[in-house]
């Protein structure tokens, strides 16, 4: 049998793919979600597999998993603005009290843990592209903040652990990552664009639409997170994973009505206060230690992700997560 896994956040968007991934290629699998932001509807499929087995539980208070772990990917946190800011103090909380108890069950178990840090990191960078050297360009204050500085802060306890008390950490940075499963009002930019197209509603720009981003397909971003969690040695990271092939907000905008034959407008509004202007990661470290970079184009990206879209299970998610919310 293959080394028994734990993922937190297993529920949300990323959580889900790498569940299902590791089933598929025989781990068993522990998830912990608390539901706050995600959906059990993103893992309803995986209870055919006899490794699965999934918890409702917070984080912040335990790591309620009596057996012992091999490999921790801690993903549980809000990431979309639109959650984060709507909870901003659970969201530094998970950050920091949740990485705390990952951290202390991981050192009781001898796991690895794979901390899923992300591009915010690096703020509204003054470096381009972004390497892991960059210390970044954050507001301590700012809307964005109780994500920024709650992942940067997490940062720190996961090397901290690792320098006091030896425990095998590895952190990874992600950068903007879409694909099925993504909620459908969690605002994030292409899963938002799709469902305005094909709605037929107006797509919303903050700003004047040239600030930049990277789109990486989900399954390439799996394929990272399980290469970087079977490094042959000690490395802590950080690591960036995402996809180098940058665009304007207005390209990724045209090119969703496009795909989508939809007859929608584009509306354009005040930008956002701290929105990063560019955002492209350097992947240098990702193809050199891991023989790691992204194989999905965005033309074929897209299409999947408007094909889940148009699914009337995808419509059906939309229901619960207004009523939820």
């Known amino acids: 049998m293959k080394e028994p ?3 937190t956040g297993a529920c949300g968007f990323i959580g889900s793919h790498l569940s299902e991934r590791l089933l598929k290629r025989g781990h068993p699998v522990t998830g912990i979600d608390n539901l706050q932001t995600s959906s059990i509807e993103n893992i309803k499929h995986l209870e055919k597999y006899s490794g699965w087995k999934f918890i409702v539980s917070d984080i912040r208070e335990k790591i309620p998993v009596a057996e012992k ?7 549980a946190c809000p990431a979309s603005p639109i959650h984060y800011q709507n909870s901003p103090i659970d969201t530094i909380l998970t950050n920091i009290m949740g990485s705390l108890n990952v951290l202390n069950f991981a050192r009781s178990c001898e796991a690895r843990v794979v901390q899923a840090s992300t591009s915010e990191i690096y703020g509204d960078a003054l470096e381009h592209p972004q390497t892991e050297g960059y210390f970044g360009n954050v507001n301590t204050v700012g809307p964005r903040s109780c994500y920024d500085e709650g992942k940067r802060a997490a940062e720190t306890l996961f090397y901290e652990f690792n320098k006091n008390f030896g425990v095998d950490i ?16 969690d605002g994030r930019v292409v899963s938002e664009f799709v469902i305005r197209a094909l709605e037929g509603r107006a797509l919303e720009i903050y700003g004047l639409g ?17 290469a970087v969690s079977e490094l042959g040695e000690k490395y802590t990271g950080p690591i960036n994973l995402g996809n180098p092939d940058e665009m304007t907000i207005n390209h990724i905008a045209a090119l969703v009505l496009e795909k989508t034959k939809s007859k929608s407008e584009i509306v354009y509004h005040p930008a956002r206060i701290d929105e990063p202007r560019k955002r492209k990661p350097d992947i240098t470290r990702a193809r050199q230690l891991l023989g790691w970079a992204p194989k999905v184009g965005l033309n074929v990206g897209l299409n999947r992700t408007i094909q889940y879209f148009m699914k009337p299970e995808a419509l059906e998610r939309t229901e619960h997560e207004n009523n939820r919310n």
């Open 210 to 226: 040239e600030q930049t981003r990277s789109f990486c397909y989900v399954d390439d971003l799996v394929d990272g997170l399980i």
């Open 5 to 7: 896994v734990l993922i």
């Open 170 to 185: 590895q952190i990874v940075r992600i950068f903007n990552t879409y694909g099925p499963n993504m909620a459908r009002s």
């Open 69 to 75: 772990m091999r490999i921790i990917f801690n993903l």
